[in-house]
């Protein structure tokens, strides 16, 4: 793996945890909030988390490309996505993967000096 992969596993990690949250603490927060009160905030809030999704998926696609994930593995964090929350757990699996490629980079780098 290189800087770019690394890169590219960085841009998913920072969008997985904002997308996990949006479900449960947005739209569930709107849908209660319009219930209780003329405020209906569903649609916004609902809009940014399909902007956070689509978002997702780019970057899930982006990193499948660079660092040549096996499709079971892209397959499970797009079902992490699906998942409320389940993007806090791919989060520690991508920082994990993040940290290896970032020390392999390293390391090339290194030998090539």
């Known amino acids: ?9 960085h841009r ?4 997985s945890v904002p997308e996990a949250l ?14 209780i009160s ?3 905030l569903v649609m916004p809030l609902g809009a940014l988390h399909g902007i956070l999704f689509l978002l997702y998926l780019v ?3 982006d990193v499948w490309n660079r660092a040549k994930w096996p499709r ?22 991508l ?13 090339r780098e290194a030998a090539k000096a």
């Open 12 to 15: 998913l990690r920072l969008v």
């Open 22 to 35: 949006s479900f449960p603490a947005l739209l569930i927060f709107g849908s209660l909030l319009s219930r």
């Open 59 to 61: 970057f899930l696609l």
């Open 95 to 107: 920082k994990r993967d993040e940290a290896r490629s970032l020390l392999a980079a390293r390391a």
């Open 72 to 93: 079971k593995k892209v397959a499970l964090f797009f079902l992490l996505a699906l998942v409320p929350f389940g993007g806090l757990y791919g989060d520690r699996v």
């Open 38 to 40: 003329d405020i209906n």
């Open 1 to 9: 793996m290189d800087i770019k992969t690394a890169s590219a596993l």
